[in-house]
């Protein structure tokens, strides 16, 4: 359950690339210009900032039946590169709160280990389709409660596809191995997959489906949760924030683990030109 932290579902949303798919909304369409910003949300590489502020809520994990608070922060930053590439980085900064999962054991509270991914990507797309690859790091900021207590890294990349309506459809996959750290500690080999699909309506209001499923090689478990969300844009003075919850629900998981969950999500916004 060490490795828990890393639902992050990456995905509050996923989804689509909005140059794409409308010309920019003016100014006297502020429901438009809101829906175009809720599209990039959905695209995990859009040249958006934004900080999403993810609580995360599982239960019941262990003998003792604990429950787990886990926020994610989670800056999204796109640089740009060249005229025809930007890098957008994204970081997972866990702050976790959990029970006393065995009689006698404690609670625990504190950080756990931070991931940050680096994807490369085009500017232009082609029909729709969105395509980034690049670099995933870990880093040991969890202790040995909360985290591996290993420095890690491995590829990850992300393919989506936009379709007609608002539509979009994609993967984001990660596999990350333990390079350094505590060698009492055991070696990190873990796959992270996150089939996603989402609907974006014309007022902004997006429904997503997604899993945020990792395999522990080593251990050989899976932990499978279905996440199902809806989220809204709204507008707090100048500032734009997409608001939501997610309920989840375990198809499977290791020995102790959770079984079900449940997400709020705040993201802020800081389009360019706003």
């Known amino acids: ?10 995905l509050a949303a996923t989804g689509a690339h909005a140059q794409e798919q409308a ?5 006297a369409n502020p429901r438009a210009d809101d829906s175009e910003l809720a599209k990039q949300l959905s695209n995990p590489v859009a040249n958006l900032i934004s900080v999403p502020l993810q609580n995360n809520y599982d239960c019941c994990f262990g003998p ?3 429950q787990r608070y886990v926020l ?6 796109p640089l740009s ?17 959990e029970g006393e999962t065995i009689a006698g054991q404690g609670s625990t509270s504190g950080f756990g280990d931070i991931t940050q991914s680096f994807f490369f990507s085009p500017k232009a797309t082609h029909n729709g389709i969105v395509w980034a690859i690049g670099p995933v790091f870990t880093y040991p900021s969890g202790g040995s409660r909360r985290g591996t207590e290993k420095w890690g890294a491995g590829p990850t990349a992300l393919l989506l596809k936009q379709a007609e309506g ?14 350094a750290g505590d060698e009492d500690r055991a070696n990190v080999s873990q796959m992270l997959l996150q089939p996603f699909l989402s ?17 522990d090689w080593h251990a050989k478990t899976w932990l499978v949760p279905i996440n199902l969300s809806v989220t809204h844009i ?9 608001i939501g919850p997610t309920a989840r629900y375990y198809v499977e998981t290791p020995e102790g683990g959770p079984h079900w969950g449940a997400r709020l999500t705040f993201t802020f916004l800081f389009p360019k030109g706003k």
């Open 1 to 10: 359950m060490r490795y828990l932290w890393a639902l992050a579902p990456l």
């Open 23 to 27: 010309p920019p909304a003016s100014p």
């Open 64 to 66: 003792a039946e604990a």
């Open 72 to 77: 994610n922060i989670q800056p999204v930053v």
């Open 81 to 97: 590169l060249t005229k025809d590439w930007n890098v957008i980085i994204r970081t997972i900064v866990p702050v976790i709160a």
């Open 166 to 179: 608002g539509l979009t459809f994609g993967m984001l996959a990660n596999q990350v191995w333990s390079i």
């Open 199 to 215: 609907k974006t309506l014309p007022d902004s209001t997006t429904f997503s489906l997604n899993s945020e499923t990792i395999r």
């Open 234 to 242: 709204f507008k707090f003075g100048g500032q734009r924030v997409q």
